[in-house]
């Protein structure tokens, strides 16, 4: 039976007997199935908390509908905001309530706090980008220890804490830890002198990327150094400055990567005002949307990204997956909707392979 099937079958029952009718809630749900994704929020704006009413005592929940509590880093930025909006055209394709609500900040106290609510609504899968891999296992393990499914997408958890059951993984930490290394070589030389500007040092998955940056740095670019790791908070302003910090302290600086979708921009800004455009090369991860005036402008030649908006999409299929028994140890693929059969590893879902957004094609994505 479906992870509701029974609730549902009990409450339709007290329904019947006291004579009532079914209630049908106030809102509609906000989502877009045709395929090309819901339009996305205004950046400056906060999305809204809940894509579809959170079932309560006068909302009957029938059928296989399963509630999916989506859980980002942070709302309101532009990557967040991309991931959200294909989980909501995945939700509307597979009939799963959603929602997608995460702190305003990157603390995973806000995290937890929000976590232990939908424990108390008793929903059937929580998905989470965690702030902190071990901070926030504790709950994930009472979660999980309440019969609630739970799943990492963006960044993991710790595995054998958490107890989480797959991790939904943008790409390869190989392959992103390879492909900023590379763009970098090309940009800005093998015996490139570099800094990592990161979100937090706990971060887990901005750790398993920079592991595999020194390791195709050791192993095809012995001469390309980094020489610090300067975290900026996941706040774009703070990023700006401790690039402006980096540029001042550091005049042999032949490049910098900016490993975060709030850290790239605000790196951007600085060395566009630092007048060392094309002195100092700079690259990583961020939506196109939001490094494009960059990118359009020569001071950033290339942006390392995935498509959020498919990570979104494809979180939302592996909890329907993880629910009806599709997804489970032993698996090897799974369907996920329009974008085909994707790879399970181990207990990881993977979307694929890093994309590079230059000049020539930055404007054809709108996330």
């Not at 498509?307 to 592996?318: E, K, P, Q, R």
Request: aromatic share 6%.
């Amino acid at each position: 039976m479906n992870c509701r099937a029974l609730l549902a079958a009990l409450i339709a029952v007290v329904v019947v007997a006291s004579g009532c009718t079914t209630p049908t809630p106030d809102d509609e749900t906000v989502t877009d199935a045709s395929g090309d994704g819901a339009t996305e929020p205004d950046a400056g704006s906060a999305p809204t908390k809940s894509v579809v009413p959170v079932p309560d005592a006068t909302t009957l929940v029938t059928g296989d509908t399963i509630t999916v509590a989506m859980v980002p880093k942070l709302k309101a930025i532009d990557y967040f905001n991309a991931t959200e909006q294909g989980a909501k055209v995945a939700a509307a394709e597979l009939g799963v309530e959603l929602i997608y609500d995460g702190p305003i900040a990157s603390r995973v106290e806000d995290q937890i706090e929000l976590i232990n609510s939908f424990i108390t609504r008793k929903v059937d899968v929580i998905a989470v980008a965690p702030n902190d891999p071990d901070a926030i296992a504790a709950v994930l393990k009472r979660a999980r220890d309440k019969g609630i499914h739970v799943i990492t997408w963006d960044a993991d958890a710790n595995p054998e804490k958490s107890q989480r059951e797959f991790f939904v993984d943008q790409a390869s930490p190989q392959g992103i830890g390879a492909s900023l290394v590379d763009v970098m070589a090309e940009e800005a030389g093998a015996d490139a002198k570099t800094i990592v500007i990161t979100g937090t040092l706990t971060a887990a998955n901005q750790n398993e990327w920079m592991k595999w940056m020194r390791h195709r740095i050791d192993e095809k670019y012995p001469e390309m150094e980094i020489l610090q790791v300067k975290a900026s908070g996941e706040d774009q302003q703070r990023a700006k400055q401790v690039t402006q910090d980096v540029l001042t302290a550091h005049k042999d600086l032949d490049g910098i990567f900016a490993i975060t979708s709030v850290a790239f921009p605000g790196a951007a800004a600085a060395l566009e005002r630092s007048g060392r455009v094309g002195e100092v090369a700079l690259t990583g991860l961020s939506t196109p949307k939001s490094m494009r005036r960059w990118v359009d402008s020569g001071t950033v030649k290339t942006v390392v990204l995935w498509n959020a908006v498919d990570l979104g999409y494809l979180t939302i299929y592996a909890a329907q997956a993880l629910c009806d028994g599709k997804l489970a140890p032993g698996i090897t693929s799974i369907d996920a909707g329009t974008l085909g059969t994707k790879a399970v590893e181990d207990d990881r879902v993977v979307l694929g392979t890093p994309m590079r957004f230059t000049k020539e094609n930055i404007g054809d994505y709108d996330f």
